[in-house]
């Protein structure tokens, strides 16, 4: 629901903010992610686990927006907002990025109804920042489980193939390298209250990991 949200909002402003000598692009996209093992390390005033982690293979969607200059075909400005997940037996990371990007692609095969080029190779790269990144993890004592959000910073390189079917459609599929170093810190509001009511086991914690996630993404590509 969020990230339909986002993409109507995403939407709007790209199509009202596109200059006269730009070709806009709305794309939307998902396929599954990998995520690299990783050491999951719980700090607190008492005490410092780490432990490492294997993750499932998840689901990574989202949409991006933004446009390409139709004098430097070569090159585009978009900002992409996602849904991406690393699940593992004593771990669980959420995160919901918005990055802004530099896109460079290839037109090939170009012609006067589709000049832009019906096979588009791309790359792009663009810090990333993790509006929401929920974070539960146990390693057991003598710190425990955690369970919390934050805000955290990473960067994202999206490399693909477009197929542009018709002036307004094009269809892709790209690889999506991200990498985030999260750094939460225990629920505020849940620590002030377990020391109001006296709870002896209360301590501050934090959660903190590297992610390197591998994301395979197809998606369909709304050109104006």
């Not at 199509?15 to 692009?25: D, K, T």
Request: proline share 5%; net charge positive.
């Amino acid at each position: 629901m969020k990230i339909g949200i986002i993409g109507v909002v995403l939407s709007l402003l790209v199509m009202s903010a596109i200059p006269s000598f730009a070709e806009g692009f709305i794309d939307l996209y998902a396929g599954p992610s990998f995520t690299d093992n990783a050491t999951v390390t719980i700090n607190s005033n008492v005490a410092s686990t780490s432990k490492k982690v294997g993750f499932e293979r998840d689901v990574t969607y989202g949409v991006r927006g933004g446009y390409w200059f139709t004098k430097q075909r070569w090159l585009g400005v978009g900002g992409d907002f996602s849904s991406m997940h690393a699940k593992g037996a004593t771990a669980r990371f959420d995160l919901a990025p918005l990055t802004p990007m530099v896109m460079f692609r290839l037109p090939l095969l170009s012609d006067e109804n589709i000049p832009q080029g019906m096979l588009q190779p791309y790359i792009g790269i663009g810090p990333s920042i993790s509006l929401y990144t929920y974070a539960s993890a146990d390693n057991g004592p003598p710190t425990d489980k955690i369970n919390s959000w934050g805000i955290n910073a990473g960067f994202q390189v999206p490399a693909g193939i477009a197929l542009q079917l018709s002036k307004h459609i094009a269809l892709f599929s790209e690889y999506r390298y991200a990498y985030y170093r999260v750094n939460v810190l225990q629920d505020t509001t849940t620590y002030l209250f377990n020391a109001a009511i006296g709870n002896s086991d209360n301590i501050a914690k934090k959660v903190t990991a590297s992610l390197s996630m591998h994301n395979v993404l197809f998606g369909v590509s709304f050109r104006f």
